[in-house]
């Protein structure tokens, strides 16, 4: 995989969208002993120029790989906030995959009383 030069002029986004995946989340000692299903989408600046004229997927960010990555973070461990988990798939995935920029959005579907979801998301590094 090639990665992408901080300064390049060209900033794209592969994206990861609605990625459901059974946690161990949340605060209460109920909470602790089960899995919840989460959603995870991801947003990730690169610049898609390499890609577009090879067509050749070792030149891409990966978002396959993104997404295993992202599955293997959360059955890691048990999270108590969707902020940590957020925090943590930010991190780790803009450090291995060299990602200038991401925006990780968690949502938690009913966890709270008459909402469909609630969650966070986190930007980190240099929006394009």
């Not at 947003?43 to 960010?61: F, V, Y």
């Not at 890691?76 to 060299?98: G, S, W």
């Not at 008459?114 to 930007?123: D, I, K, L, Q, R």
């Amino acid at each position: 995989m090639h990665f992408l030069q901080k300064n390049s002029p060209n900033m794209d986004t592969v994206y990861v969208r609605d990625l459901r995946i059974k946690a161990r989340i949340g605060i209460y000692e109920w909470e602790k002993r089960i899995q919840q299903q989460i959603r995870i989408d991801l947003e990730m600046a690169w610049d898609n120029t390499l890609p577009a004229a090879s067509d050749d997927i070792k030149d891409t960010l990966n978002y396959k790989s993104a997404a295993q990555r992202v599955v293997a973070i959360v059955e890691a461990d048990h999270y108590d906030l969707v902020e940590r988990l957020a925090e943590t798939i930010a991190t780790t995935l803009r450090a291995e995959m060299q990602i200038p920029w991401i925006r990780v959005t968690v949502g938690k579907p009913f966890a709270v009383k008459h909402a469909g979801e609630v969650g966070v998301s986190v930007e980190r590094g240099d929006r394009p």
